[in-house]
């Protein structure tokens, strides 16, 4: 199996520009997604594959990706982007699943 | 609207057994397949175990494999986890979420297990 590593914490002023990446031996292989979990509440996906959005996510949400580093990016971040990030793909044998530790974004 | 409910979580002590269930609707049950998840109180996501569209195929994290058990009913738009020789470690929120190819892209609500003499 493989591991997902992510910085624990970064934050970003309201209105500025934060990238999130993710790390891991499997990203070679398998595109990271990115959950969205806010206090009390289940994950949601965000970005996934190549640099695509659910309907719903705004556009302000993007992904991309380069050997074994996924990045999440948030142009013009917003209070309510006040959150913590999971990365998420597959392992090295396609299989299993593997998450990052999280990010924690705090938007000041 | 795709929807997961999650039910069957609560208090029992280490060594006892419970059995969540998630039910869905709102998407074709039996062309997915499903994966539980869960989160400890305060720390990160963990994945737990995978069952294919058929049943055919699972898998589990080492951490549950030997104890849990998943399983599905696609007549019932169901999706089950047996939960033996339960241990403090395990407390957590759990997760049903749909798997659409190589991606997780719906969860459920969650529903809380918390182990504890």
């Known amino acids: 199996s493989s591991e997902l590593t992510q910085d624990p914490a970064v934050s970003v002023a309201l209105g500025q520009t934060v990238t999130i990446t993710c790390q891991g031996d499997g990203l070679r292989s398998f595109f990271a997604s990115w959950h969205q979990q806010k206090p009390g509440q289940p994950p949601i996906l965000v970005v996934y594959g190549q640099n695509h959005r659910p309907p719903g996510i705004p556009d302000r949400f993007s992904a991309s990706n380069s050997g074994i580093t996924a990045t999440l990016t948030i142009t013009g971040a917003q209070a309510e982007d006040a959150a913590d990030y999971y990365c998420?793909?597959?392992?090295?044998?396609?299989?299993?699943?593997?998450f990052g530790g999280g990010t924690r974004v705090t938007v000041l | 609207d795709v929807q997961l409910v999650e039910s069957g979580g609560g208090l029992v002590k280490p060594g006892e057994s419970l059995r969540l269930s998630c039910v869905v609707s709102?998407?074709?049950?039996?062309?997915?397949?499903m994966t539980w998840v869960r989160q400890a109180p305060g720390e990160g996501l963990e994945w737990v175990s995978t069952i294919s569209r058929s049943g055919s195929y699972i898998y589990y994290a080492d951490s549950v494999k030997g104890r849990f058990t998943i399983s599905r009913d696609n007549a019932k738009n169901a999706l089950y986890l047996q939960m033996n020789s339960l241990r403090v470690e395990d407390t957590a929120v759990f997760y049903c979420?749909?798997?659409?190819?190589?991606?997780?892209?719906?969860w459920g609500q969650g529903a809380l297990v918390t182990v504890s003499s």
């Open positions: 998420n793909s597959r392992d090295t044998t396609g299989n299993l699943w593997v």
């Open positions: 709102g998407f074709t049950f039996n062309s997915y397949a």
């Open positions: 979420v749909r798997e659409d190819t190589n991606l997780l892209d719906f």
